[in-house]
């Protein structure tokens, strides 16, 4: 299946500007392909307002988020590929989405998928064993 990220992106962008808030999206700088201003990198991520107010074009397409923008009075045009995507919320209230890793995505340390994402699979290319699930806090 393809990656249900930009899909809830999208969905929740519309869902807070429709209740009068200011969406803002939590990014992974490190992430390979990032455009983003680096002198207001912290800790490795950027939190950016995309309100309609704040910048211009925006397209959330099924690879990626972009747009122009300002950012101290120099434009720029923004890049982010939609895995560096960590979160979107309501400035005013904090409510949203923090997304996770999702099955088979590339680990940001190795490139590879992790060991508890990949399906163990019997010699006929079935599923082994039972199903997992596990609680997210």
């Given at each position: 299946?393809?990656?249900s990220?930009?899909y809830?992106?999208?969905?929740f962008?519309?869902w807070?500007?429709?209740?009068?808030?200011?969406?803002?999206?939590?990014?992974?700088?490190s992430?390979?392909?990032?455009?983003?201003?680096?002198?207001h990198?912290?800790?490795?991520q950027?939190?950016?307002?995309?309100?309609?107010s704040?910048?211009?074009?925006?397209?959330?397409?099924d690879?990626?988020?972009?747009?122009?923008?300002r950012?101290?009075?120099?434009p720029?045009q923004?890049?982010?590929p939609?895995?560096?995507v960590?979160?979107?919320?309501?400035?005013?209230?904090?409510?949203?989405?923090?997304f996770?890793?999702?099955?088979?995505?590339?680990?940001?340390?190795?490139?590879?998928?992790?060991e508890?994402d990949?399906?163990?699979k019997?010699?006929?290319?079935r599923?082994s064993?039972?199903?997992s699930l596990?609680v997210?806090?």
């Amino acid at each position: 299946m393809t990656s249900s990220r930009p899909y809830l992106v999208r969905a929740f962008n519309e869902w807070i500007l429709d209740n009068h808030c200011t969406p803002h999206i939590v990014v992974d700088a490190s992430i390979q392909g990032v455009q983003v201003p680096a002198d207001h990198v912290a800790n490795g991520q950027i939190v950016l307002n995309i309100s309609p107010s704040a910048v211009k074009a925006l397209a959330i397409g099924d690879e990626a988020l972009e747009f122009s923008a300002r950012f101290g009075g120099v434009p720029m045009q923004v890049y982010i590929p939609l895995p560096a995507v960590m979160a979107i919320y309501a400035r005013e209230n904090g409510e949203g989405m923090v997304f996770g890793s999702e099955p088979g995505s590339p680990d940001p340390d190795g490139g590879k998928p992790r060991e508890s994402d990949r399906d163990a699979k019997d010699d006929s290319g079935r599923p082994s064993g039972r199903p997992s699930l596990k609680v997210v806090k």
